[in-house]
């Protein structure tokens, strides 16, 4: 058995912590991807509510307005660079309380058969091993100022079984099973973690997939296709503002009893409970028609 690490011996255990109470918004919230979308939204809005927000992005000249756009609040915010596939040369702040894993990519969507193994690895280097990776440098941080929130952001679609999606859905995946071992692993430090499973918010990726899947143009595929895409266009008038779904993100941060997975938008938080009450195949016998008719 290895020895215990002098840094572990002095941190606070579960015992040591207060239960059933509201986190206090102090001390230093990192969100990662804040250059636009959720990452910005939730950066702003934790700033407001008290924290120093470090938002960082790969080019920090995106968010050069962040802080005239935040205006008069009761804590902080300054930008600075951070390429979660390259965080070696990043200093986590301190004191750190909350880490927002919010970074992430989505590409292409062509049948399984035809998708090549570098989209594969350009969504999981970003969605999965750079989250590790800053999670990992991170967890020292919030272990030493006495606990803090780990929040993961990852898709209220790894629910349903959407096609054409594998990669990144597995990416987003993943993260949730990164989560659930983490809500066990650091519980005893007083860290509790927590999985955003966003649905339709009114951000620039939600544009970008305002299209048919690649898997369109490949004969065999091209039906559902065309179903997928006729899905996605329903789901219009469900679309979320960021501003509220940061709120909403924000109010699950401070929660001590919040529920690992919470939604943030109301088709996110319906998806949620339709797949809690049903089993996997109850909810891929619901789902699966919308596919393949």
């Not at 941190?11 to 250059?35: F, K, Q």
């Not at 929130?149 to 990669?167: D, E, R, W």
Request: net charge negative.
């Amino acid at each position: 058995m290895r020895d215990t690490p002098p840094s572990l011996e002095s941190a606070p255990r579960t015992a040591d912590v207060n239960e059933g109470e509201v986190m206090r918004a102090e001390g230093t919230a990192l969100v990662t991807g804040a250059s636009r979308g959720i990452g910005q939204g939730v950066a702003l809005e934790l700033a407001r509510r008290g924290f120093d927000v470090v938002a960082t992005m790969r080019n920090p000249d995106d968010g050069a307005d962040l802080a005239t756009t935040l205006g008069d609040a009761a804590g902080s915010l300054r930008v600075e660079r951070l390429d979660v596939t390259d965080a070696q040369a990043f200093d986590m702040p301190s004191p750190l309380r909350v880490v927002v894993n919010n970074a992430g990519v989505e590409k292409a969507h062509p049948p399984f058969e035809a998708t090549p193994m570098r989209l594969w690895r350009e969504m999981y280097e970003t969605n999965v091993f750079g989250l590790i990776d800053v999670t990992a440098r991170a967890i020292p941080a919030l272990r030493a100022a006495g606990g803090g929130v780990v929040c993961n952001v990852t898709s209220s679609s790894i629910l349903a079984p959407v096609p054409f999606y594998g990669p990144y859905r597995s990416s987003k995946a993943a993260v949730s099973a990164i989560g659930e071992s983490l809500r066990a692993e650091l519980a005893p430090f007083g860290i509790r973690v927590l999985e955003i499973m966003p649905g339709p918010i009114d951000t620039d990726m939600l544009e970008g997939s305002d299209r048919a899947p690649e898997a369109i143009d490949f004969d065999g595929y091209r039906e559902m296709a065309e179903r997928y895409y006729e899905g996605r266009k329903a789901v219009e008038g469900q679309v979320t503002s960021t501003e509220d779904a940061a709120n909403a993100i924000a109010d699950a941060i401070l929660d001590d009893d919040a529920p690992l997975r919470v939604g943030c938008d109301p088709l996110a938080v319906g998806m949620i409970q339709g797949w809690r009450a049903s089993s996997d195949e109850d909810f891929m016998k619901a789902m699966l028609p919308s596919w393949t008719g």
